[in-house]
């Protein structure tokens, strides 16, 4: 005469691997990120042809601007119109941007501004992209499954750049540019169909009370649990897109503005959230510098060459590909705060080691190392913020996220670059590792972080 209830949202289902739903928005996210890698392909060879070094490197910077400056109003826009409409929206901007390139260049040679403004669209949409993507998880899975989507999510972004990378020189090698650029455009379209047959999940009142528990004692109450503190209505902000016109009404009865500084306070008043922002700020600030520029200088010191920097470059990728992997099998890791905490500080460790390894063979495993212990730390951080925050916040928690990791954290690498310069590759790594080390700290000092752990 016993019986279990479950609360709604939480019923035990399929598992993410296995769900058809899920792996309906997986195939659509690998098949853009796929897309993304062949255009960024396509993008710098045109660049190339068509200009000098130096104009090349200018394009493809210039997508960095508008998508940084706009990534916040993104996770606006994200949690005001339903993640699933912004990023079927920005996928179908994309390809058509793409398409439209790909016929002029085969008809003509424009120079360089088509592909300038081309960079220009992709960053925009980026800007909006981004935070969506990062909401969508939780309306295609329940909570329980948020950990392993996240590792899902990884396998496919180490999927893309295997793929993506030969994919887009092989269109090139056959028929230019152009037909590059119509490939990565017919990839990106592909996602539309599968996006649009994958099926929306509301966010049940269980999930919403878990995320507003780590808020509750936070600042004064207009601040408070659940953001409640947030313009009238905003508690419907994450609606589901199946609900046509409540987003809609939302967006009419708030102002953008609005919307994103309760959001701001959201996740200054949350006992997670906060200090998580800024563990990941510091890991990807000591982390981005020596894995790219910096890991190029060493290279070139230690006279590895091109194919030796490719080995270490590898090692790093399988080891952050196995730590996706383990996510994904597993589901969850328990005591989440606590070893993303570790994670980030062991992988300092190896950030700092990298720069004093005698021989490729050696780097190739500390890289090995590194990529396993970022991997793991990234997925289960992505993961929390994915459990931690409330739905309705969503896309503004993801468009925080986003702009410390790609509009930040990026602005470390000429500053590693001009510090190798003066130093050497020694103390700057070393120098990174303590940044990124502080990440681990801050993990594992706040005791909210700490102690969280991911539902399961």
């Known amino acids: 005469m016993t019986s279990t209830l479950i609360a709604p949202g939480t019923a035990i289902g399929k598992p993410a691997h296995r769900d058809p739903n899920v792996l309906r928005w997986l195939a659509a996210y690998t098949s853009s990120m796929v897309g993304d890698s062949v255009y960024y392909i396509a993008l710098s060879w045109a660049a190339v042809q068509q200009g000098s070094p130096a104009q090349a490197g200018a ?25 699933r409409r912004v990023v079927i929206g920005s996928d179908l901007v994309r390809c058509a941007a793409g398409l439209s390139v790909a016929a002029l260049l085969f008809l003509t040679s424009p120079g360089l501004w088509p592909l300038a403004l081309l960079a220009v669209v992709f960053g925009t949409v980026d800007a909006v992209f981004m935070p969506a993507v990062g909401a969508l998880p ?30 887009g020189g ?13 490939l990565a455009g017919l990839l990106i379209a592909v996602s539309v169909p599968l996006l649009i047959s994958v099926r929306m999940r509301e966010p049940a009142v269980d999930d919403k009370a878990e995320a507003d528990a780590g808020n509750a004692d936070a600042g004064d109450a207009g601040e408070g649990a659940g953001g409640r503190g947030a313009a009238p209505g905003s508690a419907v902000l994450g609606a589901p897109d199946s609900e046509a016109g409540g987003a809609t009404a939302t967006a009419r009865a708030t102002t953008p503005l609005g919307d994103l500084q309760a959001g701001l306070r959201y996740i200054r008043a949350h006992r997670v959230l906060a200090p998580l922002m800024l563990a990941i700020a510091l890991g990807d600030l000591g982390f981005v510098g020596p894995l790219n520029v910096g890991l190029t200088l060493l290279a070139d010191e230690r006279g590895w060459g091109a194919s030796g920097m490719g080995w270490v470059l590898s090692g790093f990728g399988v080891g952050a590909g196995a730590a996706a992997l383990l ?5 969850r890791l328990p005591h989440a705060g606590h070893v993303a905490g570790w994670a980030i ?73 001009a510090a190798i310069g003066a130093w050497g590759t020694g103390p700057v790594f070393v120098g990174s590792a303590a940044v990124c080390g502080l990440g681990g700290v801050v993990a594992l000092c706040v005791r909210d972080l700490r102690r969280a752990e991911l539902p399961g």
């Open 59 to 83: 394009v493809m910077a210039v997508s960095a601007v508008p998508r940084a400056l706009l990534m916040l109003g993104g996770g606006v826009i994200a949690d005001r119109f339903g993640p």
């Open 138 to 167: 939780a309306r295609v899975t329940t909570r329980d499954q948020l950990a392993r989507v996240q590792g899902m999510r990884g396998l496919a972004i180490r999927f893309a750049n295997v793929v993506g990378g030969p994919l």
């Open 170 to 182: 092989l269109a090139v090698a056959l028929g230019g540019a152009a037909a590059a650029f119509g």
């Open 327 to 331: 996510l994904t099998v597993r589901g």
């Open 345 to 417: 500080l062991a992988g300092s460790v190896a950030i700092g080691a990298l720069a004093f390894v005698p021989g490729v063979l050696a780097a190739v495993g500390v890289a090995l190392l590194v990529g396993l212990l970022a991997g793991l730390s990234g997925a289960l951080c992505g993961a929390l913020l994915q459990t931690q925050a409330d739905p309705a916040y969503l896309g503004r928690v993801t468009a925080v996220s986003s702009l410390v990791s790609l509009g930040f954290a990026p602005l470390s690498m000429p500053l590693s670059a």
